[in-house]
């Protein structure tokens, strides 16, 4: 059995697998589901994926063993949040997957976030209006996305939704976000964007993270991601070895 799932009133279910590579084939297990699900009800998925070490595994998986599963014709990705960075900079969310899954991007829809030759005010407009205009499916003048591909960060953020960050409180759909921590701008979506999703998946790899799931487990609310509506969201989390705390 790969997993263990542990049922929460407060932030949904928790997916405890035993490795790295286990968390990625349950990850790419969940995302075709939902694809399937997605392109089976309205005819599109719409996907918005996060970077870093642990969402490149997971796209090298889907590029490696699921390129047949669904309509890859079918599915446009968006992007959580991207730094401020060239496109073809190592530390490039879009790159990333680009260079992950090849042949996946060449049959898909990509919606990239600008990060060239444009201000990150301007970049954040100008994506807050192809979110706008490309997912038809929208609640409260906001887009629905099928799915939001979220990790979270040893300070508790996600997306590029730091602690104390101005972009914590922005009303828009997609913010740019000056991280004073790392001196630079990131570009992404808000928790307006966030929190009107069909489903949210969470990936969380180390015990310092398990430790701040268990934080959010207990109410505390000290943690950016804790600002994620869970309930709302059908959210969905697989966690490394995690095991909930006594002390809650």
């Not at 997993?3 to 949904?12: A, D, L, V």
């Not at 089976?40 to 063993?65: R, V």
């Not at 887009?143 to 828009?172: E, V």
């Amino acid at each position: 059995m790969l997993s263990n799932i542990i049922p929460t009133s407060s932030i949904g279910n928790i997916e405890s697998v035993k490795s790295l590579e286990d968390l990625s084939t349950r990850v790419c297990e969940h995302i075709i589901s939902i694809a399937k699900t997605s392109i089976s009800n309205h005819d599109i998925f719409h996907f918005a994926i996060s970077g870093g070490n642990t969402p490149g595994k997971i796209f090298s998986l889907l590029e490696k063993k699921h390129i047949d599963c669904i309509d890859w014709t079918k599915v446009c990705f968006y992007w959580t949040d991207e730094r401020w960075v060239p496109h073809n900079h190592p530390d490039s969310n879009y790159k990333l997957a680009k260079d992950t899954m090849p042949n996946i991007f060449n049959r898909s829809h990509i919606h990239k976030i600008n990060t060239e030759s444009i201000l990150p005010k301007e970049s954040s407009s100008e994506y807050e209006k192809t979110l706008l205009e490309t997912i038809k499916n929208k609640k409260n003048n906001t887009p629905i996305f099928d799915l939001i591909l979220l990790g979270i960060g040893d300070d508790g953020h996600t997306a590029s939704l730091f602690p104390d960050s101005i972009g914590l409180d922005s009303q828009g759909l997609v913010t740019e976000n000056f991280i004073e921590t790392l001196s630079n701008w990131r570009i992404t979506l808000t928790f307006r964007s966030i929190n009107n999703a069909n489903n949210t998946l969470f990936i969380v790899n180390g015990l310092k993270k398990n430790h701040i799931v268990n934080t959010i487990l207990s109410g505390d609310q000290t943690y950016p991601i804790s600002y994620v509506d869970f309930k709302k969201t059908n959210a969905h989390w697989v966690i490394t070895n995690f095991k909930m705390e006594t002390s809650r």
